[in-house]
Nanobody, 122 residues
Framework: QVQLVESGGGLVQPGGSLRLSCAASGFTLDYYATGWFRQAPGKEREGVSCISSNNGSTYYADSVKGRFTISRDNAKNTVYLQMNSLKPEDTAVYYC???????????????WGKGTLVTVSS
């Protein structure tokens, strides 16, 4: 059965770092574009980053550019999101999603994990 499982969330102080993992089972993730989305309290779900399946092109929202890095390890069937210099406004539930192509729109992704909570607070 197709499954995406996020891990790595937690409580971190402003300026700190976390690495989120998205482990896939039931399908080979390197054949899919895989993105990270987040939903903060009172806001709609938004795209954060994505990595394509063909040439590994990466995309970042302006709000995280220079601070977050997405990567993929095909041997482990896992996609990562390294988050540095975290800010309170990064607080959200972070979701891993996959489909054929990268998109900024959540409705464009077919497969979703259940999410992992990231809280940035002192």
């Amino acid at each position: 059965q197709v499954q995406l499982v996020e891990s790595g969330g937690g409580l971190v102080q402003p300026g700190g770092s976390l690495r989120l993992s998205c482990a896939a089972s039931g399908f080979t993730l390197d054949y899919y574009a895989t993105g990270w989305f987040r939903q903060a309290p009172g806001k709609e779900r938004e795209g954060v980053s994505c990595i394509s399946s063909n040439n590994g092109s990466t995309y970042y929202a302006d709000s995280v550019k220079g601070r977050f890095t997405i990567s993929r390890d095909n041997a482990k069937n896992t996609v990562y999101l390294q988050m540095n210099s975290l800010k309170p406004e990064d607080t959200a539930v972070y979701y891993c999603a996959a489909d054929k192509y990268c998109t900024w729109y959540p409705d464009g992704m077919d497969y979703w994990g259940k999410g992992t909570l990231v809280t940035v607070s002192s």
